[in-house]
């Protein structure tokens, strides 16, 4: 039955709505066997044969000739099928027919067969209800699609209802009007040039154009189509131009561009003003015409903060702002000032309430700030502010500041979208300022442990004269756990030692000042380069094995070291390192080389060898010991960055502060990927004129006569006043090594800043302190060494031992 409708085809009155005739097409159902399963009434009306009489017979008796063999052969791969075919009638005479085949599959199990083919054809052209040219220039008036007709001089003929709605003129206003007269715009004598070349080739063309168009508020993006009119002949007589608005999509896309600008942008570094620059930077001309950040006073402060309840007036530090004009002329508030707020500013009303609000300006609105922040009203007033949006910046549930957008140069107000925009954009800001806050009070927490594990002055040696650097790797990377250390040792000699921790954070710096302490411990051993490290690698072990699996730990497994010892008198260094770059070594004739010594393994792992080299070092010879973040740099190689500290050292001037300078600012990449520490040390000598060496009797009677030498020698270096007390020392530890030691015996005397006396025999037996008896005969010998002496000790050599004591001497 038909359905009931509303309204009439002439619109007087209501009417059934037309259905649609099923008789006007012919369909049949055929299966894979050629069976006809399926006969409708137009196939009927078609051939002549009713349903009863053709269902379940062969669809080849309705073939007037053969098949064609050819098609049929293709049809088990295709889906559909379309050609002609000719049918014999019901009585008799022949119908050439259109065909078009559809396959169809069907349930193996329910029907048995794979599939079935339906067959339509049309039965005959039906009358149509309208003259249709008239149906056609309705089509073209009444499409969707923004349509205009131009002939071939681009005069615009015929003009649809969309057309006029986006032009905001009616077809006879702009009829016998070229597109470049319709928009005072360059995309209009753009779409014209594409026009000429439908015209002069007959190809379709495509553009897409921004325009202001009139009596529209905001620019609108569309999407143009030029397709050329043939008549019969195929000649071109005009073009059709469609436009399709695509300003939605088109927002939508900058959108989406915006949010991925933002996470490529914003937080690049660890720099928290920084960061909130790039977020300004990104949001400053594609959402908005000016833009600022300002965080909580207390952003920065060392310690955690917490949720509270925002103090009313709110109290704000400007840390960025950004703007399409160039200086930023609407800003108020100078970067890194705090500033007031009122509790009716957008600003404020957003942290109150904790959530993105839209702000219109008024006029109203601007009187009534104009009380509380003048400055602020009259930059309104002078730029145009006409919608502000503003937006906490939050991040793991603590508030840190507020971001506001506005606009003055874009005439359109901000609207939902643009809020969410906004939001996504300064949710990414946030957490990645949250991020450098934390990361900063950890970095300066780091810094301030390792500055304080570091020598803060180093010691004034006549061995050697050194001059340090020590700089903290990028934010980025984080403070490492590289340190250097100058290590004073007994008989006027000193320990160099430079070594670097894995890792970075306070974990690396705390590690950094256990070893440095451990190598501080076994130095005042005196023991050579090789067996100290060997301990310091033990110790390593044991300090890994303590915190293995302890969270946030650093491990120490990996850790490199250098340590040197240089002897003054002898004019010897001895060496050895663990994993750690070979030093340089600058003589006094201005040769730079790199000092090849045996590869030791880093510390930590434990069962290997460390192997010690000992080389003798002329007089002014220049010793540059380093760690490897100043010769490795990303993109470079080690190789030339050791050429680059060699050249550098040869160019640096006597002064090793600026020595130091020079090889920096030479050898340094631009952004360090790790810690630096340099050391640089020159030698010294000192010469026969500042030591006395005597061979000692195994003989209790050559105390007094190697007592007698030592005055000689202090009288001629001027020491008149220090010859009872090193007599008394010298009698004690020459009549130690005759009555305890094994030959040969020697005494040496040193002097540079102290008085050193020195007695060596070929035993490794140690004296010890004790503490005598009232009754004792004996013990008090080296107790009496102690009280008169700043220092004394026992240093181990490979053919036996030196017991040392050092005396201060007088300012005069």
């Not at 080739?201 to 009119?229: I, K, T």
């Amino acid at each position: 039955m038909p359905r009931r409708g509303t309204t009439g085809n002439d619109g007087t009155g209501p009417q059934s709505v037309p259905v649609v005739d099923d008789t006007a097409t012919a369909r049949a159902v055929v299966d894979a066997r050629g069976t006809v399963t399926g006969w409708s009434e137009g196939a009927h009306r078609l051939v002549g044969y009713p349903a009863s009489e053709i269902v379940g017979r062969p669809a080849a008796v309705l073939l007037a000739g053969e098949a064609p063999a050819r098609e049929l052969r293709s049809l088990d791969g295709m889906r559909r099928w379309n050609g002609t075919a000719t049918l014999r009638h019901r009585d008799g005479h022949v119908l050439p027919v259109t065909l078009l085949a559809h396959r169809r599959e069907r349930n193996r199990r329910t029907d048995g067969d794979a599939h079935e083919w339906l067959l339509v054809s049309p039965v005959a052209r039906t009358r149509a209800e309208f003259d249709e040219d008239v149906l056609i220039g309705w089509s073209l008036t009444q499409s969707p699609c923004t349509t205009a007709l131009y002939d071939t001089r681009l005069r615009l003929l015929r003009a649809n209802a969309d057309m006029e709605r986006v032009m905001g003129l009616s077809e006879a206003e702009m009829r016998g009007l070229r597109v470049s007269e319709l928009i005072l715009d360059p995309q209009g004598e753009r779409t014209e040039e594409l026009m000429l070349k439908v015209l002069s080739s007959g190809e379709q063309q495509h553009l897409r154009a921004s325009l202001q168009l009139a009596g529209h508020d905001h620019e609108s993006v569309w999407s143009v189509s030029l397709a050329p009119v043939n008549d019969d002949h195929g000649v071109v007589r005009g073009v059709l131009l469609s436009a399709h608005d695509m300003t939605e999509q088109h927002q939508a896309r900058q959108r989406l561009a915006l949010v991925a600008e933002a996470g490529v942008r914003i937080g690049t570094t660890l720099d928290l003003a920084r960061t909130a620059q790039e977020m300004a930077d990104v949001a400053a001309g594609h959402l908005a015409d000016f833009v600022t950040v300002d965080l909580l006073p207390d952003i920065e402060d060392d310690r955690e903060l917490r949720a509270v309840t925002l103090p009313s007036p709110v109290l704000l530090r400007r840390v960025a702002n950004q703007s399409v004009l160039p200086g930023c002329p609407e800003a108020v508030v100078p970067l890194g000032e705090v500033a007031t707020y009122p509790s009716t500013s957008p600003a404020a009303e957003c942290l109150v309430a904790g959530q993105p609000l839209i702000h219109q300006i008024t006029s109203d609105g601007v009187d009534r700030w104009a009380d509380l922040a003048p400055d602020r009203a009259e930059r309104v007033r002078r730029f145009g502010f006409h919608s502000v949006l503003a937006v906490p910046m939050s991040a793991r549930g603590i508030t840190l500041g507020v971001a506001t957008f506005s606009r003055h140069r874009r005439p359109e107000p901000f609207e939902q979208d643009d809020l969410l925009l906004a939001q996504e954009i300064t949710a990414r800001a946030a957490l990645s300022i949250d991020n450098a806050r934390r990361y900063t009070r950890e970095r300066d927490t780091a810094l301030t442990l390792q500055s304080s594990l570091l020598p803060q002055r180093l010691p004034r040696q006549p061995a050697v004269e050194v001059a340090s650097r020590y700089l903290p790797a990028s934010a980025q990377v984080g403070v490492g756990g590289d340190w250097f250390d100058v290590i004073p040792l007994s008989g006027a000699r000193v320990a160099l030692v430079v070594g670097d921790v894995v890792g970075h954070g306070i974990q690396a710096s705390a590690a950094m000042g256990r070893l440095r302490t451990a190598v501080r411990t076994l130095a005042d051993v005196d023991l050579p380069p090789d067996e100290l490290l060997t301990h310091l690698d033990d110790l390593v072990n044991r300090l890994s094995a303590e915190t293995d699996g302890t969270p946030g730990a650093a491990p120490d497994t990996g850790t490199t070291c250098l340590y040197a010892v240089y002897d003054p008198v002898s004019r010897r260094c001895t060496l050895a390192r663990a994993g750690h770059p070979e030093p340089v070594l600058l003589t006094p004739d201005g040769e730079a080389r790199v000092l090849e010594l045996p590869a030791g393994p880093p510390l930590g792992l434990g069962g290997l060898p460390f192997e010690a080299a000992e080389i003798e070092l002329p007089e002014g010879s220049l010793l540059a010991l380093y760690t490897d973040g100043l010769i490795e740099a990303r993109g470079r190689d080690i190789d030339d960055g050791v050429a680059l500290l060699l050249q550098a050292l040869v160019r640096s001037d006597t002064s090793l502060e600026s020595a130091c300078d020079t090889v920096l600012r030479d050898v340094l990449p631009a952004r360090p990927a790790d810690d630096v520490a340099l050391l640089l040390a020159r030698t010294h000598v000192l010469d026969t004129a500042h030591v006395a060496t005597w061979d000692v009797r195994p003989e209790p009677s050559a105390v007094a006569e190697i007592r007698d030498s030592a005055n000689r020698q202090l009288k001629e270096w001027g020491l008149e006043e220090s010859a009872y007390v090193t007599e008394l020392v010298i009698s004690e530890l020459v009549t130690n090594a005759i009555r305890y030691g094994e030959p040969p015996l020697q005494l040496r005397l040193i002097l540079d800043r102290n008085l050193i006396c020195e007695v060596s025999d070929a035993s490794s037996t140690a004296p010890h302190l004790r503490r005598a008896r009232v009754y004792d005969e004996g013990g008090r010998g080296l107790m009496l060494v102690a009280q008169l002496c700043e220092r004394w000790g026992t240093r181990h050599t490979y053919h036996g031992k030196t017991i040392w004591a050092e005396q201060a001497l007088s300012a005069d």
